[in-house]
């Protein structure tokens, strides 16, 4: 017979080593939880370094939102050019482009007839990169170049000098900046326009109510007849 001191010195060594178990399984657990955690966090600070850089490159690049794939989308590509603008456009397919530049009066709203009409333009997913310039010509005087990449340009020639419309107060659009901007088919989009303000007094100046003195560069997407 068992005596009845030896079952209870069993009983407790049974409880002891159930506890230690329980304590030893309890710490692998608590240490496993923890380096999930730990491996979680890594990731998680990996991925968003990751994603802030994809975000620059994007930016940097010109990266293209298409939500519309039967509309016009446009996005600013930035550039540390001085007088050159860049956008990437996209255009569904079969799409025709006007083009335009206009220099001097340049109107509050609105845009002139485009000086090149129906020029084909490739519908490509993160869209055809599309420049406005202004370089200085070889002879006196400036070009004012509108390119879509392919060849196919617009092209001004101004002998004032250009330099002379950077003095002064002026007023500025520019397409597709702080993201992409979707347009229909068929409307006008001003990819850059400046306007010069008028001095109304010795301390103050404004932009005129009609056209002014400036530059402007558009372009009109459209349907192929």
Not at 51 to 62: A, I
Not at 95 to 114: F, K, M, Y
Request: proline share 5%; with cysteine.
């Amino acid at each position: 017979m068992i005596a009845r001191g030896d079952r209870g010195h069993r009983r407790r060594y049974g409880i002891e080593v159930r506890l230690k178990q329980f304590r030893l399984g309890t710490l692998f657990l608590l240490i496993l939880c923890l380096a999930l955690a730990c491996g979680y966090g890594s990731l998680l600070f990996r991925y968003r370094v990751v994603r802030s850089e994809l975000e620059m490159l994007r930016k940097e690049q010109g990266f293209l939102t298409v939500v519309d794939p039967t509309a016009v989308a446009i996005v600013e590509v930035p550039t540390n050019e001085l007088d050159v603008w860049r956008f990437r456009v996209f255009v569904p397919t079969g799409t025709r482009v006007d083009l335009g530049i206009q220099t001097h009066n340049i109107p509050a709203s609105g845009a002139p007839e485009p000086s090149v009409k129906g020029v084909f333009l490739k519908s490509s997913p993160n869209g055809t990169l599309v420049t406005a310039s202004i370089k200085k010509s070889i002879k006196d005087g400036y070009d004012l170049i509108l390119d879509l990449g392919d060849g196919s340009r617009s092209n001004v020639r101004e002998d004032k000098d250009l330099n002379l419309w950077h003095d002064g107060g002026c007023e500025w659009t520019v397409a597709g900046r702080g993201g992409t901007k979707a347009v229909k088919l068929g409307e006008t989009i001003i990819l850059v326009k400046k306007r010069l303000m008028e001095q109304v007094s010795p301390t103050s100046s404004r932009v005129p109510a009609g056209f002014s003195r400036g530059y402007m560069f558009w372009i009109r997407p459209h349907k192929e007849p």
